[in-house]
């Protein structure tokens, strides 16, 4: 069964194994009664055949839609959108797009595609996955609202505030201008900016202590890597999910980023850089590769080792991919200490 979904509505199709489409497609309101109509629509048609419900990777939209049906006992796998995008351009008529062949194409997907990622349910994982995606939000609110400030500061008073990210910044910064020649307006505006980025610097603070406290049972082994901070390994947890998702540190790699991607031409082998992958894993990856080439003595050897040949970059770059290995198992090790908390939830419907 694939499911295109949507804010108001999702669209259902259901297909047998040879990819057919079978039934009618279904379109239903995202509302509460949601469940209630799809399964009955589904029994109308499977009968008493297994089912798996392929649904496209809107997680946002599709998230109660997903635990729903986990809980009546369905298997429920999620597609990527660019998978769905190459399966609907292949099965679908020259030019055709709408929601059907969307969801048709979603379907297809899920029948080519065997390991695709397996819908589960950690309520400690979603925690997480807000808090860091929270957190991340003010970062940006405040970076953006500082660079006002010292454009306009610097502006004004000729001066560029230091760091407004720590406790003191903020309160030296307003003392400067309380003590400054400049109008009324000007010093209120920078005021209330200011005093918006130590808000905020309390906020994201808060954010982080929470995190801290949540991250640490569920990480200890990832917390032990040199350069993988509170947040990095929250961040981790947030968008991995389960570990064991991930038969290998290989697909782990290709799916962070850090794969190299092999390019062949006239009999030679190469690589290139894979500039696709999960860009917020990729960017904790690139941050703790720096953090260990400061104070890990084996990082600095092997970007010692490879660094004539690779250049710094490519030395990086062959760090992170290292890294990758150690950070799977770290995390194999965690899960395996979770035991049977996570919930699947695999029910009778």
């Not at 406290?213 to 999910?241: C, D, F, K, M, Y």
């Not at 980023?257 to 860009?279: K, M, Q």
């Not at 941050?287 to 092997?302: I, P, Y």
């Not at 290292?322 to 198992?329: A, N, S, T, Y």
């Amino acid at each position: 069964m694939g499911i295109d979904p949507h804010k108001h509505v999702h669209v259902a199709v259901a297909v047998d194994d040879e990819g057919r489409r079978i039934g009618r497609p279904l379109t239903v309101k995202n509302d509460a009664v949601l469940m209630t109509v799809l399964l009955k629509w589904i029994r109308s048609i499977a009968e008493d055949r297994p089912v798996t419900w392929a649904i496209e990777d809107g997680r946002g939209f599709a998230r109660r839609l997903a635990d729903g049906l986990l809980l009546s006992g369905f298997e429920v796998v999620w597609v990527p959108t660019r998978l769905m995008a190459a399966h609907r351009k292949l099965h679908a008529a020259t030019g055709s797009k709408s929601d059907q062949a969307d969801a048709t194409a979603v379907a297809h997907a899920a029948i080519a595609t065997p390991d695709l990622d397996r819908h589960r349910i950690d309520d400690r994982i979603r925690e997480l996955r807000v808090l860091v995606d929270a957190r991340a939000d003010l970062v940006k609110r405040r970076t953006m609202v500082i660079n006002q400030v010292k454009a306009y500061t610097h502006a004004w008073l000729d001066h560029t505030p230091g760091d407004l990210t720590r406790i003191t910044g903020p309160a030296s910064l307003i003392a400067l201008l309380n003590t400054a020649e400049v109008s009324a307006h000007v010093r209120r505006a920078i005021v209330e900016m200011v005093t918006e980025v130590d808000g905020l610097n309390r906020r994201v603070h808060d954010y982080e202590a929470t995190v801290k406290e949540l991250i640490r049972p569920l990480a200890p082994a990832l917390l032990e890597i040199t350069g993988i901070s509170h947040v990095s390994a929250a961040v981790l947890v947030a968008e991995i999910g389960d570990i064991t998702r991930f038969s290998s540190a290989a697909k782990l790699a290709r799916y962070v980023g850090c794969a190299p991607i092999p390019v062949y031409s006239s009999d030679r082998e190469r690589h290139r850089l894979h500039r696709g992958g999960n860009r917020r894993l990729n960017s904790v990856l690139y941050t703790a590769a720096l953090v260990q080439k400061r104070f890990h003595s084996g990082a600095r050897e092997l970007l010692a080792r490879h660094e004539p040949a690779k250049g710094a970059r490519g030395a990086r770059r062959i760090l992170q991919r290292r890294l990758i290995d150690v950070i799977h198992r770290a995390m194999l090790s965690d899960r395996a200490s979770w035991g049977h908390q996570i919930t699947q939830c695999h029910l009778a419907a």
